[in-house]
């Protein structure tokens, strides 16, 4: 046998890198689901299959949740209030009131800032996720709900006056920077959920659930205008785009699943031939298709399905789940590795105090983000041009992922990952 040699500092980084990616490689990811009648929010691991139904204790008449790398925010509606929620333990942190006979319905986090909508004041609302204080409001209009961001527009859409029959569906175009209204996009009936890819805005139009059918508008974000109507029929909602081939829609109803072609816009599955395993949510990753199936009256049962759309398992939550989010259980790192890179750190390794630089292919403009192993931002530094120094970085030794997202290039992120040594 062999003597084995010692491995040296740089070989050790170089393991720890590998176990330390192999490990993240492994981790499923975690669905969160808000359960309204019971007032509860469901934590699903997926690699494990423990489901807590009482993950965490919402407000009145919970809506929406948005799911970032420390907190999960509830809209109450019933409270007209946003709910702080620890990811890690589920405890309330805090209680953001958002405007008086708001109904707040729908929220986008961006950057420091929270955006929700507010149905039955025709507004949205901003609020500062640090001081926890609204800071502003804009009139859009009639019954806003879903909203969604690209580069630095805000997209909100307004379902219109139930009374009228939908009149006035549209969405609304808010820059981020002035807080305003640039324009308003008319839409089809009842628009409720926002998906982009591409610099492509896909807006769901539910119908008005008996004689007008739904479709899917689709949005340029560059000149802001309908291209393409995918008529899908029936009463589509919830969508997820799962490639540059397929976008997946759940049914308002929560009864059938819809697909399209993401680039041709060719319907491939519509209300006369729905997929099976349908529901009234629906998100997914590389590996998995989650469905949700509202199970009216009784408890929610959530379907996952292998990326064939094959079924795979399924688990049970509570009563009257109207929202379904996915959070990877690394807190967002898996997608830091999986996204594309087109920013390089060097020297990588670097040692602990020492100058890092930061270094694009192209020009950037945005916020460079550098998060620790558990998903939590640890510093950021404004990000202009092509290159960025950090004179000192002072954090501990260990494994380190950086984030750059280009506000003025529809969103798009670039990503990496760099060791610190002693």
Known sequence: MKPIKRINSLNKAFFAVVFVLSAYAAYAETLYVVNSQSRTLSKIDTSTDAVNNSFAALGSVPNKIVVDTDYIW????????????????????????????????????????????????????RINTISGAVTGSVTVGTAPEALHVVGNKLYVTNAGSYAQNYAGSSVSVIDISSFSVQS??????????????????????????????????????????VIHTVNTGGTPGCLWLASTELA?????????LFSYNTSTYQLLHGVSNPLSNGGSEVVGNSTFVAVLSPNWGENGTVKLLHADLSPWKQ??????????????????????LTAVNSLIAY?????????????????????LGIFNL????????????????????????GLYFYRVRDDKAGGDTSVGKFLILK
């Open 374 to 397: 558990k998903g939590q931002k640890v510093a950021s530094y404004p990000f202009v041009g092509k290159e960025i120094s950090v004179p000192e970085l002072n954090l501990p030794s």
């Open 184 to 225: 308003t996009i008319p839409v089809n009936a009842n628009p409720q959920y926002l998906a982009s890819a591409n610099g492509m805005l896909h807006v769901s139009c539910t119908g008005n659930w008996t004689d007008v059918a739904g479709a899917v508008c689709i949005i340029d974000t560059v000149t802001d205008t």
């Open 315 to 336: 688990y049970s939550v509570a009563l009257m789940p109207t929202d379904m989010k996915l959070g990877s259980s690394a807190s967002g790192n898996e997608d830091l």
């Open 347 to 367: 020297p990588n390794p670097v040692r602990q105090g020492s100058a890092l630089k930061f270094s694009g292919f192209i020009a950037m403009h945005g916020e």
């Open 248 to 256: 997946l829609v759940a049914d308002s109803n929560g009864t059938n």
């Open 74 to 125: 509830s809209v109450n509606s019933g409270d007209n209030a946003v709910q702080k929620i620890s990811r890690t333990t589920g405890a309330t942190l805090a209680n953001i009131f958002v405007g008086a006979s708001s109904n707040p319905w729908d929220a986008v986090k961006h950057q420091e800032n929270l955006y929700v909508s507010g149905l039955f004041t025709g507004k949205v609302y």
